[in-house]
């Protein structure tokens, strides 16, 4: 597959007119031509830090939305679908998000409860942050929120840290 245009390459801060050749889901080759393009080619964002439970949404329609507005993957930490299903809510995220053609990348919650004044559905200890990680869906430690813990040398904290 061949997609022609005006490429904008982000890396070199240049806009140039080519054509990008695409075998099995991976580009290939970049060429520069001297045409006019009406469209342009650009690369898609990353959100790089993102619970898509504060959106209201499962992944599948979460992804709806954010392609809109160009955003083709995210780095996803569930920690608070887990802070009330546990194990089982960051499970629930992986599957629904695998319904779409947009890339999630999902995190083993590290706070869960989120602090020891919460009263939370679950508890997500080093043994489970250990088990999620050894799933391939599974990609990062999440936000470590429990700084006094790291500060204090907390063993779950640090264990969980060692973990990832």
Not at 2 to 24: A, C, H, M, P, Y
Not at 34 to 57: A, Q, T
Not at 101 to 126: D, H, N, Q
């Amino acid at each position: 597959m061949k997609v022609s245009g005006n490429i904008v390459d982000v890396l070199r801060k240049k806009i140039f007119s080519g054509t990008i050749e695409i075998q099995n889901g991976r580009i290939i080759e970049i060429s520069e031509n001297k045409r006019f393009y009406d469209r342009f080619i650009i690369p898609g964002f990353v959100d790089s830090h993102v619970h898509i439970e504060s959106s209201m949404l499962v992944p599948s329609e979460f992804s709806r939305i954010a392609v809109i507005h160009g955003t083709v993957a995210t780095v996803s930490d569930p920690h608070e679908i887990s802070n009330v299903l546990g194990i089982s809510g960051v499970r629930f995220m992986i599957r629904n998000g695998q319904q779409v053609p947009f890339k999630f990348s999902f995190g083993a919650p590290s706070c869960v409860p989120a602090s020891p004044f919460e009263t939370s559905g679950a508890l997500i200890g080093p043994g489970e942050v250990d088990s999620l990680l050894a799933h391939e869906e599974i990609g990062f430690l999440g936000e470590v929120m429990n700084v006094p813990g790291v500060l204090t040398n907390n063993p779950d904290v640090l264990k969980k840290i060692e973990s990832a």
